[in-house]
């Protein structure tokens, strides 16, 4: 799963979500150094990351994607789902996607300096052009993927995955409905152990 949700499913707890956003920038066991809370984000982060890779319903994702994409198929898979979420934003939360974000957006803008390096920069480029806001339109998944793209200096063609999502939307929709909701479940139970754990 990509950014947007990795912070839903932080449950609105400030500290997981920061945790849950820089896990990424987090190697090993450098956690430490950071807040129980915050911890708990990093762990939960890594939870879902496991569940995700190991599920059904992702890997048949990822199949319709393989031989374009080979082994970048999986992080095309996390911008798609996080589109098909800030797409049906209603259907999971009570709170409005502008909303969510901006606060979001807020949060990290505050912690933002004693964050990892990466972390910082990422914020700066999210908050600049409304990146999680802009998930639920095709528009903004199609810049993430051009971005992508370069860094991978054209070899991942990742550009071109805008088409899939054009050609197999309905598909890969019904993929992240079904997956979404038993992602929801196994973290909601993964927080629950994280908390009595640390």
């Known amino acids: 799963m990509n950014f947007l949700a990795h912070l839903y499913l932080s449950k609105n707890d400030t500290s997981i979500m920061i945790g849950n956003f820089i896990a990424d920038h987090i190697q090993g066991n450098r956690y430490e150094g950071f807040s129980k809370e915050i911890q708990q984000g990093i762990f939960l982060h890594r939870e879902i990351d496991t569940f995700t890779d190991a599920h059904e319903v992702v890997r048949k994702s990822k199949r319709r994607l393989h031989a374009r994409y080979r082994h970048y198929d999986g992080v095309i898979i996390d911008i798609f789902y996080d589109y098909f979420l800030a797409k049906n934003w209603a259907t999971y939360s009570e709170i409005p996607l502008e909303l969510f974000t901006k606060s979001v957006y807020n949060l990290l803008d505050e912690v ?4 990892p390096i990466k972390s910082q920069q990422f914020i700066n480029y999210m908050i600049e052009y409304n990146i999680l806001f802009n998930y639920k339109y ?3 998944i199609e810049k993430v993927l051009n971005g992508m793209n370069k860094r ?8 071109l995955a805008i088409e899939d999502l054009h050609s197999l939307e309905a598909e890969f929709e019904a993929d992240f409905t079904v997956f979404f909701k038993e992602l929801i479940a196994h973290t909601n139970q993964k927080l629950k152990k994280i908390d009595t754990t640390i």
Do not use: A, R
Request: without cysteine; proline residues 0%; aromatic residues 0%.
């Open 152 to 159: 991978t200096k054209g070899k991942s063609q990742m550009n």
């Open 112 to 115: 933002k300096l004693d964050l």
């Open 138 to 140: 095709k528009d903004g």
